[in-house]
């Protein structure tokens, strides 16, 4: 099972630079239209539907390792307020509702891409693409996503008693 660990970790590690790479090539693209459109040049016509992508992947390959380090967003405005005693059992909870919802939302993504790929839908836009490729990055996102909720909840549940604050740990890969 360890070894099972290591292996995902490495692989979010590799997530991890892909929203990276992203970022840069969106803000030379960003800051070459930027340049272009000053000098009185057309810039790209598809640059905002490129960011749109972008930005789509970025957060569904991402948000598994952000979640791994634990820089994930988080209000623990009433985690930090329970007693300590108390305080495992709400991060169990938070745990359990975490895995719960990003599993619904990895089942509708696979519903949703695949039924746009059933369809042989595609968008005319900037790219015409077909609309299951952009639709699945949801559900390779959020697999990864659950998987790495999986394993906070489990870490939550066999957790001694007064580790209090294990959810507020930062665990960089890198």
């Given at each position: 099972?360890?070894?099972?660990?290591?292996?995902?970790?490495?692989?979010?590690?590799?997530?991890?630079?892909?929203?990276?790479?992203?970022?840069a090539l969106l803000a030379l693209g960003v800051a070459w239209e930027v340049f272009t459109?000053?000098?009185?040049?057309?810039?790209?016509?598809?640059?905002?539907?490129?960011?749109?992508?972008?930005?789509?992947?970025?957060?569904?390959?991402?948000?598994?390792?952000?979640?791994s380090i634990g820089r994930h967003v988080t209000v623990d405005l009433v985690l930090n307020?329970?007693?300590?005693?108390?305080?495992?059992?709400?991060?169990?909870?938070?745990?359990?509702?975490?895995?719960?919802?990003?599993?619904?939302?990895?089942?509708?993504?696979?519903?949703?891409?695949?039924?746009?790929?059933?369809?042989?839908?595609?968008?005319?836009?900037?790219?015409?693409?077909?609309?299951?490729?952009?639709?699945?990055?949801?559900?390779?996102?959020?697999?990864?996503?659950?998987?790495?909720?999986?394993?906070?909840?489990?870490?939550?549940?066999?957790?001694?008693?007064?580790?209090?604050?294990?959810?507020?740990?930062?665990?960089?890969?890198?």
């Amino acid at each position: 099972m360890k070894k099972l660990d290591a292996a995902f970790d490495r692989l979010l590690a590799l997530t991890a630079i892909v929203p990276g790479v992203i970022i840069a090539l969106l803000a030379l693209g960003v800051a070459w239209e930027v340049f272009t459109r000053n000098l009185g040049m057309t810039g790209f016509y598809w640059m905002l539907e490129a960011v749109e992508y972008g930005l789509l992947i970025l957060t569904m390959v991402g948000a598994a390792y952000v979640l791994s380090i634990g820089r994930h967003v988080t209000v623990d405005l009433v985690l930090n307020a329970v007693p300590p005693h108390i305080h495992r059992w709400f991060r169990i909870v938070i745990d359990l509702v975490i895995v719960l919802i990003s599993a619904v939302i990895l089942y509708y993504g696979i519903v949703a891409a695949h039924l746009a790929y059933v369809e042989d839908s595609t968008l005319y836009k900037s790219f015409d693409i077909k609309e299951w490729m952009p639709m699945s990055v949801v559900p390779i996102g959020m697999s990864l996503f659950t998987i790495e909720a999986v394993r906070h909840l489990i870490r939550s549940i066999f957790a001694p008693p007064d580790d209090a604050d294990r959810g507020t740990e930062i665990n960089e890969v890198f």
